[in-house]
């Protein structure tokens, strides 16, 4: 992609959003050391969803910041080049989403129908967190010299980056 093409951008973006199945997590820890993990991840209505337990330190520090920095990345198996996969990160708040609502419920059946049979068992636990994403920027690499800014909710693509 040589010339800078918000729609073409953003249908990558997509793919990449639309093919994820999990997401890196990261928050700051208690000790200020980040705090990583990993979660799956769905999408409904055009939001990203996560709902992972608190028993996880990456998830006490994500629920304690209200606040973190997600990735999507490329599956390794298909890369071109392992040094160049693609990806996407952003920075984003969460929302809890209420026990037993209609969104709740309605996130879940996707979180089963997409993840499998162990929602089921999970559903109820209640150490485990409904949280919406909502996005506030962040980066999109397809390549070498290939990234890109990516601005508010909608990670729309504004800017290419280049070095200075």
């Known amino acids: ?60 520090a994500v629920l304690a910041a209200g606040k973190a920095a997600f990735m999507v990345i490329e599956d390794e198996s298909k890369a071109q080049n392992i040094w160049a ?35 089921g068992l999970i559903r109820d636990f209640s150490d485990f967190h409904l949280l919406r994403l909502r996005p506030r920027g962040g980066v999109m690499v397809l390549g070498f010299a290939q990234a890109y800014r990516l601005s508010g909710e909608a990670l729309d693509v504004t800017e290419h980056l280049r070095s200075g």
Do not use: Q
């Open 1 to 60: 992609m040589n010339e800078f093409d918000p729609v073409a951008l953003g249908v990558e973006r997509d793919r990449l959003l639309a093919e994820a199945r999990t997401v890196l997590m990261a928050a700051p820890g208690d000790d200020a050391m980040p705090e990583m993990g990993v979660t799956p991840v769905v999408r409904m209505d055009g939001a990203l969803y996560i709902y992972p337990s608190r028993l996880s330190a990456h998830v006490r």
């Open 85 to 119: 996969r693609k990806r996407l990160k952003f920075d984003s708040e969460l929302v809890e989403i209420e026990r037993n609502s209609d969104e709740f419920n309605a996130v879940c059946d996707v979180f089963a129908d997409t993840h499998g049979p162990t929602m």
